[in-house]
């Protein structure tokens, strides 16, 4: 298993699990690919097992938060494809995340949780922020 960023002639591969997350808007989307993969702001990064994509995960770095001062990142996505669940694929994504949040010495890294995703996040070690049950938000903090 190989985590890694996600380059951008891997837009045929991606897009099949990006499709799979849902909600693709399909105009621009290729365009969209590609800025991201191009963009240091992001962290697009792949699970690859025998040349297949299995997973990806999509974070963001939005820079200083102006009135505390520090640095937060955002994650958007997190997707493994079903027959690679609980396989531990998804933890090496969100490792490999933390690393790169230090790296770029982000202070939080903030994200919206789907229902059937708490579990996870909470059995990792992950702070629920809100109990919202229609959108549960979670942090990873990083002491610096």
Request: charged share 30%; aromatic share 12%; hydrophobic share 40%.
């Amino acid at each position: 298993m190989e985590i890694r960023r996600i380059q951008k002639d891997e837009f045929q591969n991606a897009s099949v699990l990006l499709r799979e997350m849902g909600k693709v808007e399909e105009e621009g989307f290729h365009q969209r690919f590609i800025e991201i993969v191009e963009s240091t702001d992001y962290l697009f990064i792949g699970a690859i097992h025998e040349e297949q994509m299995i997973g990806y995960l999509l974070a963001q770095d939005y820079g200083i938060h102006l009135r505390l001062g520090k640095k937060i990142c955002r994650l958007h996505d997190l997707y493994v494809l079903s027959e690679y669940r609980r396989t531990g694929v998804a933890r090496m994504l969100m490792v490999a995340t933390a690393e790169w949040c230090k790296s770029v010495e982000a202070t939080w890294l903030q994200w919206n949780a789907s229902k059937q995703s708490v579990e996870f996040y909470e059995k990792i070690g992950c702070e629920r922020l809100t109990y919202d049950e229609d959108k549960p938000e979670f942090e990873l903090e990083f002491k610096t």
